[in-house]
Structures are given as C-alpha cells and as structure tokens.
T-cell receptor, first 114, second 115 residues
C-alpha cells in the first residue's frame, strides 16, 4: 500500500517564477492538506482540499493556490515566487476531515528560490 | 484559535536515559493532540495521538504522553533513549469539533542522543 507521494523531490526556481507541486494521497484517502515548513520551524498550514474544493485556508496570500482532482490527488501552485517561499512543502492526506482523523505525511518537496 | 508551545528547541540526552519533551497547548475548545517525529530529509511520522479517551497515551517505539487538562500540557516521554531517537519532534493540535483537521504545530524540539 503506497503512502503519500510527492513530486518533485527538489526544485530550484528564481524570484518571480511560478511553481507547481504535486501530491498523491494514501490509497483510500479523500482529504489533502498542504503545509509549508521553513528551515528550523514547525510546519504551517496552507490549505485543505476535500471533494475538489478548498475547505480551510491558513494565513497565506492568494499567490498560493491549489487544486484537487477527481482521483483525490492535488496540486499546490505558487505564483510570483520570492525568497521567503524557500521551504519544505509537505502534503498530508486523511480519510475524512474530523479532528481525530490522522494525517499521513509525504516526504515533501524542497523548494529553493534564488 | 489554537496554539502550541514546545519548551526547548534542543534537548541532549545520553543513550539509555529518560527522554522528556514538553508541549503546552492553548485551545478554546477540547483539543485533539498529536506528537510527530521527523527524521532528516523526511516527512512527519505520527508517534501517538490523544483523542479524548485515556489520558495516558502509548505510541510507537515506547513513547508515551499524558494529557493534563489542568496544566494544558501533553508532554512526551520515553524511558530509555536509543541512538535511533535522534530526530526532530513536533507537538500539534486540532480542535475537537471544528470542521476540518487543520494541524497547528509547535516549533519543534531537536533531540540529540549521546553515546
């Protein structure tokens, strides 16, 4: 049973560019959440997708957007990249959105903005 | 709104010694609480979770944590540290009856295990 997978593993972009990160949830999971983890910090919640709609959003600007597909996979898009977007981006999936529903994390995508 | 504070960004323990990682939370409603571990260049792995059943929760690799409502704490312990426990540990909270299971994390505690 495959866990949460993310692609690419690493990515280098320059300021002003746009990036798309991808996530496939654990088999059977229907909810995908995205987190940003800056170096030396805890993960910060970006947003959550369920039934192909954004259901919750953290304190991130509109430059961060996402999408969930009918097969539950998800994309995170970041426009107009700036240096502060450099971080590890983590995708997590769960079955349902209840507070008790365990989230399983992928290995992350390391984004470097130069 | 909820928040999590982890006291001590770095903890150094000797192999075989007790591991104690501190976590305090702030929440306006009953919380669900989690401890995750992150090894270098990897994602987060769940160690244990509190979901309003027993206040003493046992997790993987001999870790356990106790929910103390009066102290708003959820400290993580392991009786005997192993070299493989060297990693970063995160405490996190979600709200009991909120729609959505957004996790709010603490800043993390990095554990160094000395031989």
């Amino acid at each position: 049973d495959a866990g949460v997978t993310q692609s690419p593993t690493h990515l280098i972009k320059t300021r002003g560019q746009q990036v798309t990160l991808r996530c496939s949830p654990k088999s059977g999971h229907d909810t995908v959440s995205w987190y940003q983890q800056a170096l030396g910090q805890g993960p910060q919640f970006i947003f959550q997708y369920y039934e192909e709609e954004e259901r919750q959003r953290g304190n991130f600007p509109d430059r961060f957007s996402g999408h969930q597909f009918p097969n539950y996979s998800s994309e995170l898009n970041v426009n107009a990249l700036w240096l502060g977007d450099s971080a590890l981006y983590l995708c997590a999936s769960s079955l349902g959105r209840g507070g008790y529903n365990e989230q399983f994390f992928g290995p992350g995508t390391r984004l470097t903005v130069l | 709104a909820q928040s999590v504070t982890q006291l001590g960004s770095h903890v150094s323990v000797s192999e075989g010694a007790l591991v104690l990682l501190r976590c305090n939370y702030s929440s306006s409603v009953p919380p669900y609480l989690f401890w995750y571990v992150q090894y270098p260049n990897q994602g987060l792995q769940l160690l244990l979770k509190y979901t309003s059943a027993a206040t003493l929760v046992k997790g993987i690799n001999d870790f356990e944590a106790e929910f103390k409502k009066s102290e708003t704490s959820f400290h993580l312990t392991k009786p005997s540290a192993h070299m493989s426990d060297a990693a970063e540990y995160f405490c996190a909270v979600t709200l009991h009856k909120a729609a959505g299971n957004k996790l709010t994390f603490g800043g993390g505690t990095r554990v160094l295990v000395k031989p």
